[in-house]
């Protein structure tokens, strides 16, 4: 019996190698896309799958898998190419412009929103007794109260998603600052979700079933505007000075914010916590404290936001120092 020796081709080894690099290099990368860390990048993934598959079937087809792979290299390059000058001189769409935006938009929707659940809960209802209502989730989606503080608290993932493209985006515009700091828009946008959900608790408390009746409510109406109003004017400038990328003096208006809610938690304490609290126009008995819990609660949670505004002018100060925006002009 003879036995034929293996003769080894260089050609044929040459072969064997080639595809079986390529063979790794797919194993490799479909396993790389399940990685939790890589899945913003699995686009990349499914065009070296796509290349793989390609120099697969046509190594097949054609027997020289190397060409085929050098060609397929040369229309990624020029694929590349045209899209980096086309997004980059024809027609720019940065997303660092975009997170930069939609931070400001955010600002002004939690401000806006806040005040919108103040005049609300402090509209005549034509009730001067506790107040039962029955309303649902479901039945107040239009309110633009409701549509702007969602709008904030969903916007996690887009700021998310924004940031992480802006950081592969070269200096442009007014972003001309090597490294920018871009998850710092993502930081500042979390804490403005923080405030997000206190301005969800109150819608919550506005359409909640037992309301205080409106002669009860009408006696902290000046303090309760009044920290609103403070609350929103802050609000407003940490988006504006964002927008315009200036550093301006916020520690006055967050002292003004500061003294509102004092008063306004002096205020509740004595009228509604101190039973020989008495008052010309209007006087609170020790019986209507049981009807004030809803008007506690609200209070509360407006309290708590605006202590949460530390939290968001350090954030906006740090974005500021990072970004190296402009100081204020004397």
Not at 54 to 68: A, C, E, F, W
Not at 135 to 164: G, I, Q, V, W
Not at 234 to 259: E, F, P, V, W
């Amino acid at each position: 019996m003879k036995i034929t020796c293996f003769n080894p081709n260089p050609y044929c080894c040459y072969n064997l190698l080639s595809k079986s690099c390529f063979s790794f290099t797919g194993t490799i990368t479909s396993f790389m896309k399940l990685w939790p860390t890589l899945v913003p990048y699995e686009y990349g993934f499914r065009v070296i799958l796509f290349t793989y598959c390609l120099i697969i079937v046509s190594g097949y087809r054609m027997g020289n898998p190397v060409k085929t792979s050098i060609e397929r290299f040369y229309s990624i390059v020029i694929g590349a190419i045209v899209t980096v000058a086309v997004n980059t001189l024809i027609f720019p769409i940065w997303a660092g412009e975009q997170l930069h935006k939609e931070l400001v938009k955010n600002f002004n929707s939690v401000a806006d929103s806040l005040e919108e659940c103040i005049k609300k809960y402090l509209t005549d209802d034509g009730s001067d007794q506790p107040v039962f209502t029955k309303t649902f989730m479901d039945e107040f989606p239009d309110e633009p109260a409701y549509k702007k503080f969602r709008s904030t608290l969903n916007s996690s993932a887009k700021l998310e998603s924004l940031a992480l493209s802006a950081k592969w985006e070269p200096p442009h515009g007014r972003f001309r600052q090597a490294f920018y700091p871009w998850s710092e828009y993502v930081k500042v946008g979390t804490v403005l979700r923080y405030c997000a959900y206190e301005i969800m608790g109150l819608h919550g408390v506005l359409h909640s079933q037992i309301q205080a009746p409106y002669n009860l409510r009408v006696v902290f109406e000046t303090e309760i505007l009044e920290a609103t109003n403070k609350a929103a004017e802050l609000i407003r400038c940490l988006g504006k000075d964002i927008y315009d990328m200036k550093q301006t003096r916020k520690r006055s208006l967050l002292k003004n914010a500061h003294s509102s809610t004092e008063k306004l938690q002096r205020v509740i304490d004595a009228r509604l916590f101190n039973k020989d609290y008495k008052t010309e126009e209007h006087e609170i008995n020790y019986q209507s404290q049981r009807q004030s819990m809803s008007l506690v609660t609200f209070t509360s949670l407006l309290i708590e936001f605006m202590a949460r505004l530390d939290h968001l002018v350090e954030a906006v100060n740090e974005l500021s120092k990072m970004a190296k925006f402009k100081p204020q002009s004397l």
